[in-house]
């Protein structure tokens, strides 16, 4: 994953790994400019002037977040840095004429996991479903069995010691300007369209 420069402060923001119109139909050039342009980008914004001048400013963006996850007096710079993380791989998540169902050795690992495609599909199309309010769904590697699992606002499942393999953004701003408040439309559509399983094999 291109992760830019994420090694110290002061961290960039990770350019898209496509055009911002390459994703349309079913994300717009418009949400990702928002999305990417200016979410994305405040987060690392935010993030170099909460740690200018900390001990945290020498640290990379991964081991910032393992230090403050759970810190209550660090949960701005937490939250900051995660989002930052978080992003970077959900754009990864996705390609152009992606979706369906996936091949080579994830195929196989969620086949021993959940079934079958079709019952991962709706596993983790209910997971992103009924994260309430902001957050996002994982699949994710539990000492090699695929799991699914769902976080609130900025939580990464990284700090809790899985390795994440795929991930939605079901925050409002990923989906709203393209599909309004329908939240399970944005979902398939990333499932059968978008969701980059090269990415995931990538991580198992
Ligand atoms: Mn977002």
Redesign the pocket.
């Known amino acids: 994953m291109s992760t830019a420069n994420q090694s110290k402060a002061p961290f960039t923001l990770p350019a898209l790994p496509y055009e911002s119109n390459a994703l349309e139909p079913h994300i717009t050039a418009n949400t990702l400019s928002f ?1 990417h342009g200016k ?2 980008n405040a987060y690392v914004t935010n993030l170099n002037k909460l740690v200018e001048g900390t001990d945290l400013a020498s640290l990379s963006l991964e081991d910032i977040m393992k230090k403050t996850a759970g810190v209550a007096d660090k949960a701005g710079i937490f939250n900051n840095a995660a ?1 930052i993380w ?2 970077t791989f ?1 754009w990864h998540s996705m390609k152009p004429n992606g979706g369906g169902a996936p091949t080579g050795a994830i195929a196989e690992k969620i086949n021993a996991a959940f079934g079958s495609y079709d019952k991962f599909k709706e596993a983790f199309a209910s997971a992103a479903a009924t994260q309430f309010g902001s957050g996002w769904a994982w699949l994710v590697s539990d000492n090699g069995t695929l799991k699914i699992v769902k976080t609130g606002n900025a939580e990464c499942p990284l700090t809790t010691g899985v390795k994440p393999i795929l991930t939605i ?1 079901v ?1 409002e ?2 989906y709203y300007l393209d599909f309004q408040n329908r939240r399970p439309d944005y979902i398939a559509t990333f499932l059968d369209k978008l969701v980059n399983w090269d990415f995931a094999n990538s991580n198992l």
């Open positions: 999305h979410h994305h989002q978080n992003h959900y953004d925050w701003h990923a």
